[in-house]
């Protein structure tokens, strides 16, 4: 081979899914060695274009060179064959096997072809791990009992497991704390160096600018520009690019007033805690106010939500809206109240995938849309159409399924949900995450029109510059404990990476 | 009615079937020898009906439930070779069903054709009840058969088993035998419990055993008429009684099993009583091998003597040997204990 | 969960100390504790009934007859539990199995199997229940019928097919070295022959499950369907393999079904779906997928049969039996739960 060949060519790959037309003639060139950034928003192709590199889908038409040779994956395994390994942002892992067992799934060290060895199995992931940083997971702990970011470590060691020539990572960095994200860009520099190329997906364009080589956009189904210079493409042309719209995404403008102005409290959280995740937390949340908490994966942010909510029964403290306290642990009791949550795992906790956006944002207001148990469809459905209409989900089609939306429009449909049922106070866990810059923007906005409205919101976002920018006031958290609480106006980046990280040197 | 002996029935379960060449699976699922056809009828002897010349042409409805059992499947057989006997008559035989609302739509289809007499077993007597009363306004006579109709207008003539009578003659005859031995303790495994007629040979049983001071019945286990829960069930009732005298078996069905788990426990040292009247009981009865000295019949051949009732009844005849013009409103059938000295003259009516 | 590990502390070679606080799972309650933890409350629940049995019928129960009568019963349901619960593993359910135990009971009965003798029966037991396996497994896995729909559809034919076949007449087998398998004389070191077949079968189905390929495939397949077809896994022909497991499975259990009652009827196998499925549950397979142990389904079997052997003889009408079966069922599942949390600490 010689080196000028690109390692890999796909040309004109197209792919229709039941009304959707994913991928409209998509070309894509990745060399040996380099870091080839995909960019474009939700609903851009991405996800469907590396599901075809892996060979999880088949394309309707165009071709795939791989070192010179036209080749078909026909299948996963045809994809692993190849050398291409593929670290999904969700659904790879099996959370009934264990940390060894999912690295070797479909691939295990067998005697005989079909006695595993255990002990290899073990060691081979022990090493892996301890190649990404990660020697404290234990190969022999089940998936389900991991959190999320080491749950990223896992799939990245799965994917080391093969003899990879190239590796696409999609959003492998959504998940993780900033040195945990030093940590994969060092592993990342080592594979490049070996010769392996890995195509990167990331919303966050400093990540491009640093491990970056060259950049292909891709917007509803089409590159838009491919092989662009990863380090000096200006970003407002990448932005252009993907958005079709010439702005750097912004948050909105706060209202003028301040909280003085702003109503009594609707949400008050007192003495709030759980045993092993977070201690005595006080908070007082006025409708109109966007509050936001700031922490690290793990420190307890996810927690708190969802023990407002109910989800979690608490171990001391209560929740009260409007003065009166809620059944600790319930629900029922929460959503009865006007509480909404928009969880961090979308797919998972908030919505019906393969049923409807009308079904789904119409199942917290169900009650209202019904006479003695009958739904009434027309009803669900107007008002379905109307909730959606109004925070502009795409497409505006109330019998799309949820599954075929991209992921901010999932989060729109979320929110429409709760918008529907007419709530008080809203929590929003990670609500862009997944989300891409353009959609980001309008996400951003249709948060604080809620708001507006009158909505109290309480918001938790790893990313600390979305919490500064969206909300009013700020509770930095560290280790379950609130360290700080200030206006956002107040808060810079630097000074809550300082908080958060316990006074060292901010990333 | 005296019952007449028969000719067997195809002779199977000895084994004697003799298979061609062939692939095994597909040869494997016929029981019958090839060009063998059940010809045989259980009653070719001239039946003591009061006319057995052809008469009027007479149309007999036959509903049953699915022959998912020995005895069922006897009481079909029994009805298609009686009805074959007679010239005059046509049977119009529905597929069994055990579903209470399948069955009743057959019989409806039957009523619909207009058929000229009714034989019904009904799945659930209770549940059929309303069926055999539509029936019977409508101009056709229903012969019902074992299972009762809750209302006595819903049939004209009911011909059926004796299970308390059953369980009278099982405990008499233990009664009997065991009459002088001091302290004897019985045991007995009864059918599906939730069946009334379960409940009925039990009862007889015991009051049968009420005379006889000196006789405790000691345990009771429901089987449900399958040859598997009575392996299962006897097994247990072997394991907790390690001494007894006697056995009563509810069926000979399920008695397969139950012959099965005292062969398996090595347990010879009583007396087992079998019920229903299986081929394969009165083989080992007359063969006398085994634990199984006897056994109480529920005579299958009701069927055929339903067949003849329709016919007197469409015909309007009475029945011979009887002083009245009408045939009876109800025919309550005896259950006679076989033993090795009778067996030959029932063996002919054993089903398998 | 994980800590907010300072730069100083990831460049220690040691790597981040491993008393980190626990968060969200407690990584104290490894898997393998987790499954201890709930194997030992099943063997709580069957040693409180071996209590209650040892104390009502102290000499019947504790007998070494009874244990092989308890043993033996347990033989064919269990044979059938240990296939159901690859199926249920992989996130399928086998609704035919009693079905299949019944038409591979009296297809390997009828008169012209009897005469190839032992190994006719056999073989046409076995290969009847593997052939339904089949059928079920490429109606499920290529045809992508729902496996509920497609059990509940071999469960009426099967049935039906050994009726037909039967007659409705019981079928007694005259072969005498399949009968001679079921008596006492047959015990090798007194442990009925059904027995150790049941042994054997639980022993393979343990090594299948915990230690092969095919056993994480099942375990993966079950979990996260989409995980494992990404991970290169033929999940169709592994589900296909699964209802021909579960088939081979109804195959063996019908053969020592004939031996055991020494006959083959069409009523055989009935409602063992439920029993089997219910043992598998209560062992603490996931009826949802993704998680199987064939230790807890032996229990689980062990269990219903301990407490149908106490029932026997302690003379309890089959209505209470029913009563207290339900009851214990709740009552095991219950125990599993509260010890389960307990376990974890929270």
């Not at chain 1, 092993?276 to 927690?303: M, Q």
């Not at chain 3, 981040?16 to 201890?36: F, N, V, Y």
């Not at chain 3, 099942?218 to 999940?235: C, S, Y």
């Amino acid at each position: 081979m010689p080196p000028s060949t690109p390692l890999l060519t796909m040309s004109a790959i197209t792919k229709t899914f039941p009304g959707v037309r994913a991928l409209d003639g998509v070309d894509l060139e990745v060399r040996t060695g380099e870091v080839h950034c995909l960019l474009g928003q939700n609903g851009a192709g991405k996800s469907t274009l590396i599901k075809v590199l892996a060979g999880a889908h088949r394309p309707d038409s165009g071709t795939i060179t791989w070192r010179g040779e036209r080749t078909a994956l026909t299948s996963p395994i045809a994809a692993m064959r190849l050398g291409i390994a593929t670290i999904y942002q969700e659904l790879d892992l099996v959370e009934g096997l264990s940390v060894a067992d999912n690295i070797h799934l479909g691939h295990e060290p067998t005697t005989a072809g079909f006695l595993v060895r255990r002990k290899d199995a073990r060691a081979s992931a022990t090493r892996l791990l301890a190649r990404l940083g990660h020697p404290e997971i234990d190969p022999a702990r089940l998936v389900a009992d991991l959190p999320a970011a080491q749950r990223q470590i896992v799939s990245m060691a799965r994917a080391l497991s093969h003899d990879v020539r190239l590796i696409v990572m999609d959003e492998p960095s959504a998940a993780l704390d900033p040195d945990e994200v030093d940590n994969l860009f060092r592993i990342v520099g080592d594979l490049t160096a070996e010769g392996v190329a890995v195509i990167h997906i990331s919303h966050r364009l400093e990540e491009i600018r640093r491990i970056g080589d060259r950049v292909t956009v891709l917007k509803d189904g089409r590159a838009v520009a491919g092989g662009l210079p990863a380090k000096t493409t200006p970003t407002r042309d990448i932005v252009a690019l993907m958005t079709g719209r010439d702005t750097e995404h912004t948050f909105p403008p706060r209202p003028s007033p301040t909280a003085a102005d702003l109503p009594p409290p609707v949400l008050r959280v007192e003495g709030l805690a759980r045993a092993g995740e977070f201690t005595a937390l006080d908070l007082e949340l006025r409708p109109g106010e966007i509050v936001g908490i700031a922490g690290l994966v793990g420190s307890g942010r996810s927690e708190i939500l969802e023990t407002i909510y109910g989800a979690r029964r608490p171990t001391a403290g209560h929740v009260l809206v409007d003065g009166t306290a809620l059944r600790p642990g319930s629900v029922r009791s929460a959503v009865r109240a006007g509480i909404g949550l928009a969880p961090e795992e979308r797919k998972a906790q908030g919505l019906l995938l393969i049923e409807t956006v009308t079904r789904n944002v119409s199942l917290a207001a169900l009650p209202r849309l019904s006479r003695a148990g009958w739904v009434d469809r027309a009803a669900e459905r107007a008002a379905a159409q109307r909730a959606t209409r109004e925070i502009s989900l795409r497409p505006d089609n109330p019998d799309a399924p949820v599954r075929t939306l991209s992921g901010g429009n999932q989060q729109k449909a979320v929110l429409a949900r709760w918008l529907l049922r007419g709530c008080k106070v809203l929590l929003l866990d990670e609500p862009t995450r997944g989300v891409d810059v353009g959609a980001r923007a309008e996400l951003y906005a249709v948060i604080r029109a809620l708001a507006a409205e009158g909505l109290a919101v309480l918001l938790v976002s790893s990313e600390v510059p979305e919490v500064l920018g969206l909300a009013d006031r700020v509770l930095v958290l560290r280790e379950g404990t609130v360290v700080h609480t200030a206006d956002a106006r107040d808060l810079d980046e630097h000074r809550v990476l300082d908080l958060v990280m316990e006074g060292s040197p901010a990333a | 009615m005296p019952q007449s002996p028969v000719p067997s029935r195809r002779g199977i379960l000895l084994g004697t079937a003799a298979v061609s060449a062939g692939a095994v699976l597909t040869a494997c699922t016929s029981n019958e020898p090839a060009g063998k056809k059940p010809a045989n009828s259980p009653a070719n002897d001239p039946a003591p009906a009061a006319d057995d010349r052809p008469g009027k042409a007479v149309t007999i409805g036959f509903a049953g439930p699915q022959a998912d059992h020995g005895w069922l499947n006897a009481i079909n057989d029994n009805a298609r070779a009686r009805a074959k006997k007679y010239s005059d008559v046509t049977l119009e035989i529905t597929e069994g069903s055990n579903d209470t609302a399948a069955q009743i739509g057959q019989i409806q289809t039957l009523i619909n054709k207009k058929v000229d007499v009714l034989v019904i077993l009904p799945a659930d007597g209770k549940a059929l009840t309303q069926i055999g009363l539509q029936a019977m306004r409508a101009g056709i006579p229903v012969i019902n058969l074992d299972r009762v109709f809750a209302s006595p207008q819903a049939y004209r003539c009911w011909i059926g088993g004796d299970n308390y009578g059953m369980g009278l003659n099982a405990g008499r005859y233990i009664g009997e035998h065991l009459k002088n031995k001091t302290g004897a303790k019985v045991i007995e495994l009864a059918g599906v419990d939730s069946l009334e007629l379960t409940r009925q040979r039990t009862k007889g049983f015991d009051d049968a055993l009420k005379n006889y001071p000196n006789i405790t019945k000691v345990a009771r286990q429901a089987a449900d008429f399958t040859v598997e829960s009575g392996q299962a069930k006897t097994a247990q009732l072997l394991q907790a009684q390690s001494d007894f005298d006697a056995f009563w078996n509810h069926d000979d069905d399920q008695g397969v099993g139950a012959l099965r788990a005292i062969a398996q426990a090595g347990r010879d040292d009583f007396l087992m009583v079998g019920g229903a009247g299986a081929k394969s009981a009165m083989d080992a009865i007359k063969a006398d091998d085994s634990v199984l000295k006897a056994t109480v019949l529920y005579p299958p051949t009701m069927s055929a003597s339903a067949i003849d009732i329709a016919r007197a009844v469409a015909q309007g005849k009475g029945v011979g040997g009887l002083a009245e013009l009408e045939i009876p409103a109800t025919i309550t059938l005896y259950s006679a204990v076989v033993t090795k000295d009778n067996v030959d003259q029932y063996l002919p009516t054993g089903f398998s | 969960m994980t800590q907010p590990a300072t730069p100083a502390r990831r460049n220690d070679p040691a790597g981040p100390p491993k008393t980190s606080p626990p968060r969200r799972g407690d990584p104290r309650a490894a898997p393998g504790a987790r499954a201890d933890v709930r194997t030992l409350s099943l063997l709580g629940v069957l040693a409180a009934l071996i209590a209650v049995g040892g104390l009502t019928r102290p000499e019947e129960f504790l007998a070494t007859s009874n244990l092989q009568l308890v043993l033996t019963q347990a033989s064919v349901i269990g044979v059938v539990t240990v296939g159901m619960t690859f199926v249920i593993t992989s996130g399928g359910i086998d609704l035919s199995v009693g079905a299949i135990v019944a038409l591979s009971s009296v297809w390997a009965t009828t008169v012209a199997t009897q005469e190839y003798g032992f190994t006719g029966i056999l073989f046409t037991a076995v290969a009847v229940g593997v052939g339904c396996g089949l059928v079920n497994g490429v109606l499920i896995a290529y045809g992508g019928m729902v496996p509920f729909i497609a059990t509940i559809a071999m469960l009426a034919s099967a049935r039906g097919l050994a009726l037909q076949i039967t007659d409705g007449k019981t079928q007694i087998v005259t072969v005498d070295s399949v009968l001679d398998l079921g008596v006492k004389d047959a015990n090798i070191l007194g442990v009925p022959p059904l027995v150790l077949v049941f042994a054997v079968v639980v022993a393979l189905g343990w090594l299948l499950l915990n230690r092969t390929t095919f056993g994480r495939r099942t375990l993966a397949v079950g979990g996260n369907p989409e995980a494992a077809r990404l991970a290169g896994i033929d999940v169709r022909r592994q589900r296909l393999y699964l209802y021909l497991l579960s088939g081979l499975c109804c195959g063996i259990a019908a053969f020592m079904l004939i031996v055991l009652s020494g006959s083959g009827q069409n009523t055989n196998g009935n409602l063992y779906e439920l029993d089997a499925i219910a043992a598998a549950i209560i062992g603490g397979t996931l009826l949802s997928g993704g998680r199987g142990t064939i230790a807890g389904s032996l229990l689980g079997v062990l269990i219903f049969t301990t407490i149908t052997n106490i029932f026997a003889l302690n003379n309890l009408e089959s209505a209470v039996q029913q009563i207290a079966k339900g009851a214990i069922i709740v009552a095991a599942v219950l125990v599993q739960h509260r010890t389960l949390r307990e376990g974890r600490g929270t």
